[in-house]
Structure formats: structure tokens, C-alpha cells
């Protein structure tokens, strides 16, 4: 019956989260609503641990609070690409919360745990409603007497009124002009709205149902763990064959590197007709790829040679530690290139996040080495999760659109001058700098951004501004002082409107 409880009081808590995400989250763009939802669903599973007396791992409370500081983050920054890195963080956190509330500790779980945490998480999170209802909750069990029995009786009513309800409700609605429009009245709405919030409801409901089944009722106990010691199943010869190789391309990678960047641009414009700027915007992408890459490449060597001799192992963490070292002057050699890059072309979402990707790829490497590479493997993937949220706050604490628009305001104007229309197609955030930038921008950057600052910002804001600036689920910092600021300053920015870029 204990289990049958639990699970009526999932179902329970799935329905009003589910009422509550239908409410909340259908209003565009995101802000407080994701925030309120957050706190809604670690409020529920809090309770449900603490009402049914569940040990959760050491790591559940800060897992949860790393939810919640997710989700107010849709409350403060106004940036589409961060966004998204926070709803991958907070997947991720969701996921890992599950495996705490199930006692497993963070710290002694290999990468390969983290992937099946992951993958059985989505998937008991996917099924786990339809395992409530027809697996976990013993239907037989629930008592036959008292109060149930009235609800199923009063329920049972219902059913059996309804046809009559619709029959005589018609023939009385045609005799009498004023009762049918009574029933018209009563009974007005629109199909497709009801059916577009009972379509969210049941969704949002059977996802949070299932999540907190996942985390509270299932036990994954019965799946093969991945975290035993294994045999090699190659030995030393291919693996470190392999990385020899590899090694060896890297090496001729550098030497190429290091030429063309100690020769300079005449050296880089005589040999591959590119400019400076264009040499180092032609690659970067690539070697932040073949960099990732690295990582599951060394990773898959490491679980290769686990049953090697001493001898052998410490081959192998030669090779590995060679490659790193490489691996360090390729990365270098790539964020160089993206300096540059940006010096010549400016700075741009993309170029930001994946310079950040990079910064983490450094520390992830540098975390490998310290940990796999010495024999502590167990640390690694802890190490690497902790980096990988540290970098998040990071961007959070850089507010990257405003970074993009002073970096490209104040960088020279070599190759590309300041893009005022990308500026203004940032989010809330790069308001404040824009504004702070108009005395000094060109008569036509001006324009259009006091144009463009009007439209999105204004009273006259136009689309989704408009749709949501009395919609208090998305409510956000930024562009709640995006809207008062440009409103402050909507006669000066008007004043410099030109008439070829206000008809564009």
C-alpha cells in the first residue's frame, strides 16, 4: 500500500505541475515562468522525499539548488544562445538529481555512469507515467468504502447524466431562444484552445510524473553497472600504436602552426593568399572540433589498458601525456586564431560560446591528465561536471551579449566595421551598452539603432515585445530595464531617426 500511495501522490503532484507548466510556459519568451516552474517541481519532489522518509545521496540538496539558480537564470539574462546552454544544464542537473535521491554519490560514478544515469533517467522519465498507472499503483488495494466510494459513485453519475444532459439540452435550447442562448453562454469556447491546454497539461504532467517515479519509486538496480574494472581487450601494442600515430600527426600540426605563426602575415598572405584575419577564421571551428574530439579518443585508450601491466600502463600514460602537450599547442594555436578572428570580424555569439568551449576543453584536458592519467580515475567525471557548470556561471556572470557589443565597439574597425544591426538583434542585455554607445557611432549605425531600439523596446514595440510586456510569466530583469530605459530616452532616440532608415 506504501507504494501504491506514493504512487497516487506522483500522479497528484504530475497533474498540478502539469496545470502549472500549462499555465506558466506557454507564454513566450521565457523569464519568470521558467523560474516558478523550477521551484515548483524541486518544491514537489522535496516533499515527496521528506513525506516518505527517502535518504537521497549527499549531492541532491545542491543539485537542486542548481536547478532552481537555472531556472532564475531565464529571470536575469536575456540571451538566446545561454538559454539554451541552461536548459542543457538543467536537464543535466535534473538527471543527476535522480541518481542522488537514489543514494548514488557523484563523486565515485565513472563518465560511462553518467551517460547511463542520463539515457535511463530520460527514458524511466518518458515511461514512468504509464508505469504509475498501470504498474505501481495497485488499483485493488484502494480502499472500497468511505469517501472513494461516494467519488466513484458521484463519478459514475456524471457519465451516466451526461448524454441525457446533451439530449434534453438540446431540445429545450430549440423550443426556447433565450435558453439556447444561455447554453451558448455558458458553454462557450473554443475547441482547439482546450484541446491545445489539455495537449500541454497532459504532457507536461506525464513528464514530471514520470521524473519524479524515476527518482523516488524505480531502483536501477537491475541494470549492469559500468563501473567495474575490466580486462584490456586490445593490450598495449595497438593502443599505443594507435596514439603513436596520432601523436605523430599532431606533431606535424604543430611544427605547421608554429611556422606560420612565428613568420607572421607576409609568411601566411604568400603561401596561402589569405590575409591574417582570413587564415585564422578558416579553422578555428575545425580544430575546436578535432580538440573534442581528443577527449572520448583517450578516454576509450584508458579503458583499453586497464588490465595492462605497470609497465605497460605507464606507456600509455607517456603516450597520453605527449598528446596532451600537443593537444595544449593545438588548442592555443586555435584560440589564437579566434583572437584574431574577432580582432578582424568582431564577436558574435557563436564565436563567444565556442571560445568558452574551448576554455572548458582546456581545463577538462588539464582535470584528465591530473586524475586518469594518475591512476584516479574515479575523479575525473565529477572534476569535469563541476567545470562544466563553473563555465555556465561564468557566462552567466560575462553577460555575453553585452560583452559582444562593447567588444565590437571598441575593437578597430579593420576588415569589418561595427554591425549595428546585428547589435540591435541581440537580446535585453545589449541594451544598456547601446545606448551608452549612441554620441559616438556613426550617423548611420545611429540611426538604425535608435530605429531598432524603438521597435523592439518601445511603447510601440513591435511582435513578440509587444505580445508580452504586460504578461508577467515572462517577466526578466533585462528586458524590464531594456523597456525603461528606452522609454526614458525615447525622445532623444526618436530625434535621431533618418528618414532613408526609418522607411527600410
Known sequence: MTKTRMGLEILGAGLVLGVIGDSLLRAQPWGLNVTLCALALTTAATLLVRRHSITPGPDAPWLALTVVLLGAAFMRRDAMGLAQFDVIGMIIALALGAASVQGTQLANMRPLDYVRSGLMAAGGTIAGSFKLIGQDVAWRELPQEGRLRHARAIGLGVLLAAPLLVVFGSLFASADSIFSNLLKNVFAFDVNTVASHMILIGVWGALTAGYLRWSLIARPDAAPALTGETASTLGIVPV????????????????VQLRYFLGGAALVEERTGLTYAEYARQGFFQLMAASGLVLPVLMGADHLVRGETAANLTTFRRLASLLLVLLAVVMASALQRMRLYVGAFGLSEDRLYATAFMVLLLGVFAWFGWTVLRGRRRSFAFGALIQ????????????????IVRTNLHRPAAERPFDARYAVSLGADAVPPLLDALPSLADRDRCIVALELLRHWGDGAEGDYRAVQGDWRTWNWSRSRARRLVRERAEALRALLCTSTASE
Do not use: E, I, S
Open 240 to 255: 599505443g600504436t594507435a596514439l603513436g600515430l596520432l601523436n605523430l600527426m599532431f606533431l606535424l600540426f604543430v611544427v
Open 388 to 403: 562544466g557548470f563553473a563555465v555556465l556561471a561564468g557566462l552567466h556572470v560575462l553577460n555575453p551579449d553585452a560583452l
